[in-house]
């Protein structure tokens, strides 16, 4: 599957050839403040973790990956948006409920890229795909994903906990049925 440009990102799934621009995103305390705490990623952490998990789900003709965000402008690497089943690691997968979730670099905040990348996915999957609902889920003091995904017109679901191999959390839970 192709998405094509937006008005000011290009993408593209990544692939384990991206592994220094994994590492590079999250070397920033606060890009990963919300996602463990602010610990940065080592480079051990991409191949022995992340490029593995990421194997497990990425599924090109469905769409499933992590979708790499360039700027046109600039060509350059701002982040990437997720999309997966909802529950891809649990013992029951969501497969008509995808999950999305983005990561961007720091200086990529407050311009409305996430939010641009991320109705860019939806629009294209959408489309494409054999799906009934996208929801996403966030720590529960990240306010600045909750109001993304509020602009994505996702809904509170409710606050639970997340479970995942990596170490299960509370988090809320959004989404918008298609």
């Known amino acids: 599957m192709k998405i094509p ?3 000011r990102l290009s993408y593209a799934l990544i692939s384990p050839e991206d592994a220094d621009l994994l590492y590079e995103l999250d070397q920033d305390v606060e890009v990963m403040r919300y996602i463990n705490g602010g610990k940065v990623s080592t480079r051990q952490d991409i191949q022995e973790v992340m490029l593995p998990r990421l194997a497990k789900y990425a599924n090109p003709e469905r769409g ?3 979708w790499k965000l360039t700027t046109i402008s600039k060509q350059q690497f701002i982040g990437w948006v997720l999309v997966r089943p909802m529950h891809f690691f649990s013992d029951d997968p969501q497969w008509h409920d995808w999950e999305l979730g983005w990561r961007l670099k720091r200086v990529a905040w ?3 890229f996430a939010t641009e ?3 860019h996915v939806m629009a294209a999957l959408a489309r494409s795909q054999d799906m ?3 929801s996403a889920i966030a720590m529960p003091g990240n306010k600045a994903s909750i109001y993304i995904m509020e602009k994505l017109g996702m809904s509170y679901q409710k606050t639970d906990i997340y479970r995942d191999p990596l170490g299960d959390e509370e988090v809320v839970f959004y ?3 298609l």
Do not use: P, R, Y
């Open 175 to 177: 989404s918008v049925k």
């Open 5 to 7: 440009n937006s008005e």
């Open 110 to 112: 407050g311009q409305g």
């Open 117 to 119: 990348a991320a109705k």
């Open 132 to 134: 009934t609902c996208f």
């Open 64 to 66: 499933w990956g992590l």
